[in-house]
């Protein structure tokens, strides 16, 4: 599977450090009222955590590494939501995705951007075990580590921080092992002793305080420590063997998993079962993970299908499904729809398979029947999207989208269908909106107001569509930085000289 380009993550550390540098002459040159709230506001305010996550995320879904599966990020983000509700004092906001990496690791960005690799996700064992990493990347972020080692760190130069930083983001996020490196070699050669031990605490504290959130949200609490035990034995039987990612950044010791077990103590021991989702999510990784259909087919043929539980079958069928053999997967979705009809990734399995088999009229009535049973399920809606546009029938699925997009907050992945169904419908003008949302959901303010400015050229644009999108282009220069208002004028400038031109 493909890792960030090495050009990906030069800039993701190029981003951090300009972050972090502007962040300290903003507050040389500015005299601030005593803090009464976390010392780290002195340092990097909420607001900044954010607008800096905002901008290594859109960096990241660049790369094209985010993993765009509706139900795999519908469950990361149930099972993070849940978790974050019962550790967070309502002044964060959190966004999972997946990264499409085979190493195990997990990581948190500034501003509550959380990040799993399919690699992790693999090697759980349980449904509480992936629970207890997503807690403890949640306690990271509700405890405010990145603000807080930046304000222990005040008597190091700024510029060490942030390379420090810009080397943590560019690694955990997937990039070039030896960019990564080569930052940290720079910056530990000014790091204090106790900044290392500063870590240490932070993975303590998060530790503790992951524990007692997944407790409240009803997983195990032992998930934790279980998956550190998990990790233990991965670690390499000498130094020139490589340990994984997650031992990398979150080392993991004989004690530190002694304190994660006599922390989960104090709590009652949930024997809690793994959820349908969960192991929907993990046949979904697991099946991606292969480079050829064969071989996933071939992974889910070697146990008998008699003694395969719902989810193995459901890999199975997937595998089928990945392979074309839409008669053999659409028979197990069949099956497993009439045993669990309340599991919506089924239901998508049917009608997908029935409509790959030209059951045309059956695909169609069995995804409206779905869509009855659970309105407005992103992943089903987006689904049935998809192949309604397939079947020539863009203005039902321009219908369907919208519907689903002004009731749930969207996806970008969502927002780039609905822009394909309106252009489908012949309705360029909306395609031309939904476009630029797009841009603006991955942070590219620039392309988004140009979508915006396409979209008032076309002649049968109407009063009430001008009107919307001037405002909105308005609206949208008020978060923009002052290069990115030159490279507007820059634009203009050229459009303007190529009509004189013309």
Known sequence: MDTIPRQLTQAILLAALTALVSVGIANAGEIRLPDMGSPADTVLSKSEEKRYGRAIMAQIRASGTVVEDPLLTEYINEIGGRIAAHSNDGTHEFQFFVIDDPRINAFALPGG?????????????????????????????????????LHANQRQSLLTTALMLGALVAGVAGGSADVAQAGMAVAQGTALQSQINFTRSNEYEADRIGIGALAAAGYDPHGMGSFFEVMSRQSPASPEMRAPEFLRTHPVTTARIAEARNRAQEYPRRMSSDSTSYGIARSRVIVDRFDTPEAAVNHFEQRDYALQDASQRYGRALAYQRAARHADANRIFAE???????????????SETLLETEQYGAGVESFDRAVELFPRNVPLVISYGEYLLRLGQAPKAHDLLLDLMNNVPP??????????????????????????????????????????QEALLLPELEEIQRIRFEARIDFIREFMTEEQLRQMQRDRGGRTSARNVG
Request: hydrophobic share 45%; net charge negative; aromatic share 8%.
């Open 336 to 350: 497993l729809v009439e045993a669990h009809p309340q599991v919506i990734a089924y239901h998508i399995g049917l």
């Open 411 to 452: 996806t970008p992945q969502q927002v780039r269908l609905i822009a394909r169904a309106a252009n489908a419908a012949g309705n360029a003008a909306e395609s031309y909106y939904y476009l630029s949302e797009y841009e603006l959901m991955t942070g590219n303010l620039v392309q988004g107001i140009r979508f915006l």
């Open 113 to 149: 951007y959380i990040g799993v690799h399919t690699g992790l996700i693999e090697a759980t064992r349980s449904e509480d075990e992936l629970a207890g990493v997503l807690a403890h990347e949640v306690a990271h972020v509700t405890q405010r580590h990145i603000a807080r080692a």
